[in-house]
């Protein structure tokens, strides 16, 4: 059981395995790369890239993936998954975080929803192909994970959404050509209230299942301008935590802005000694290992 930090700011709390940064967040803007931290990008998801080109944005016949598009779950602006030089210029940039820190983990190395894109360049590619529409799109994204992985030489964890069962249709994403390239995946389950942990104890159930590769989850703890009253409590991350470790999860990644707001979580964690008490009754190696972490922190925090 392997905890990690998830940053926007390079800075490290105690009492973790690993330490990954938002060194390119979905804004576009790019942080310098800390060689002792994982460094995350965010691929095709880059308001500024889309600021400086619109004419890249993704395509559909709902609307281009755009903020404000309220047919789909985006809340940032997307380049077009096929856009050469886009994707040239993100290779190279991994390449370069590849040789300036332990890993490179991304995230949106993927088609932006469902029907997307429906740009002139996509559809003539997608009629060259002679394939159909959602086995196209899938060879797209599987080809582009090849060409990371001869860029990235060293860890690789490609981030997924949760959903096990439509990522084909949606994204095309296909986990058993990712697992082909990726040396963990980091499935993404953010959200600002986890009082209903049965949910995301099923969609752990359901990547157990169908990954190949080890798998981390990510929690939300506190982001970026937030209202502490609009978070989740350090009881419903540390109690959905357990329930996705029983279910089969490698490790957890943690998200705040800075490590202040971590160090918080961990002395909440801590002081809920009640809390811990009851979830080691949850049974299970991995649940057991889970609280001895956080057993740990006492001394730190």
Known sequence: MKL?????????????????????????????????MHSNIAVFADNIAVRNHPDWISQSALGPAKMGNNNYNIYWNVVCATQPDHRAEQLSYMQELDQHSPGVWLNSQYFADHGHCTCPRCIELWRKSGLGWLEWRRKEISA???????????????????????????????????????????????????????????????????????????????????????????AEILTVSARCARAGADGFLFLT????????????????????????????????????????WEKLV
């Open 4 to 36: 990690g930090t998830y940053t926007f700011q390079p800075e490290k709390a105690q009492g973790f395995d690993f330490h990954v940064l938002r060194v390119k967040p979905e804004t576009g803007i790019r942080l310098e790369p800390v060689p002792d």
């Open 144 to 234: 582009y994970m090849e060409q990371i992985r001869e860029r990235v030489n060293k860890e690789l964890v490609l981030c997924i959404q949760p959903d096990p069962v439509s990522s084909y249709e949606r994204y095309g994403v296909d986990f058993d050509d990712f697992a082909k390239y990726a040396d963990a995946f980091n499935v993404v389950m953010f959200s600002k209230n986890y009082a209903t942990p049965w949910y995301w104890e099923m969609l752990t159930r359901g990547f157990k299942k169908l990954l190949k590769k080890p798998f981390y989850i990510s929690l939300y703890v506190f982001g970026p301008g937030d209202n502490p009253k609009d978070v989740p409590t350090a």
């Open 257 to 296: 802005d800075n490590a202040s707001q971590i160090q918080e979580f961990q002395k909440a964690a801590v002081a809920n000694v009640e809390l811990r008490n009851r979830l080691k009754t949850y049974g299970g190696q991995p649940v057991q290992e889970l609280l001895d972490r956080v057993s740990i």
